[in-house]
């Protein structure tokens, strides 16, 4: 039988729990959150083992082609964290395209009055590519390489 | 005659099947253009990045029966200055949007394409405020339906032009005035931008003009396209609150 998906109320990542099981593990530093579009992304990002602090599912990117804006992500929930949680740094880990580009600017200006540190991935990862198509060594290096975003 | 080569500006991209995109182009010769970029969302492809919504574009394609197929790109502009910007990244989005509703497939004229490209190389060179809607207004004037600034669309008198409404398709005197107020301010920089003064009508400073300018050249768009836009001026730089 086929297990029963959750999707975690901290991350938003699918789990099998409340909380995913990478928001459960005490072992997972808490101050350093990754934020991505996608739960394919959080999978891509695990198997490069570069990474261990949380994540934050946005569940998609700023479209505005497409009608979406911050209010139809989880935006609001990322800055309650930032805010409530002592967070030290938010690594912005979107797609390498222009909507992951303006997601990670967005993402800077809202939060530059909580001072946290919010970096961006370096872009080891050619412009249009999908982050779940990289694989564990381009992926690990951009992580490795972020730089901090100008909001 | 089945290859064919184009310069265009990326429109916009879907995803399609597990790593193509179809990227929708707008070009001199060929109008609109909806073509299959294949491979794109891999990490190695090589055309992946020249294909972005917001790219000027040299292209060679091959013709399909239903879609074009990119064989070749080359860049022309990325338009690095709007991306870094959210504030003239928004607009030129809501220009690429205005863009892909206004034609279809295999139609456009050479006029829209030049408009668009000079509107967006204005927005990389100076990010004044007035570009949207300066594009707005001349995109009307190329679709033969560009609103009357010397006098009351109306009545056709010479009067003072009060008001502005997008059904009528223009602004209005004091006698025939309805839809939205307008100050002699707003006025007077529609006939600059669509009477050869649009350098001038370029610096004019952000304020309550422009502001109110670009929302009844808007709404006269989406009368036009019979369609509100998706994209608004100020998506990407609202403030979101903590949950
Ligand atoms: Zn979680
Ligand atoms: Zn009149």
Redesign the interface.
Known sequence: MKERTVICSVCFNIGLAELCSICADPKRDPSIICVVEDPRDVIAVEKSSSFRGRYHVLGGALSPLEGIGAEQLHVRELLGRVERDHIAEVIVCTNPNLEGDATAMYLSRALKHTGVRVTRIASGLPVGADLEYADEQTLGRALDGRRDVDA | MANYRDTGVVL?TIRLGE?DRIVTILTPEHGKVRAVAKG???????I???????THVDMLCWRGRELDIVTQVEVVDVFRAI??D?AR??PA??M??IV?QVTVDHQGSPALYTLLVRALRSLEATASPVTLAAFCLKLLMVEGVGPSVDFCTHCGREEPLVAFDAGEGGFLCHACRRGQAVSPEVVDLAKRICSGGLARALTEPEGPTVEALERIATSAVEHHLDRRL???RH?????????
């Open positions: 916009r790593a794109v969302r891999k990490v190695k492809s090589r992946g990045a020249r294909l972005e919504p917001l991306r870094s959210l990244l928004g989005m809501t690429l949007e892909d998706r994209t608004t998506q990407l730089t609202e403030e979101t609150t903590p949950a």
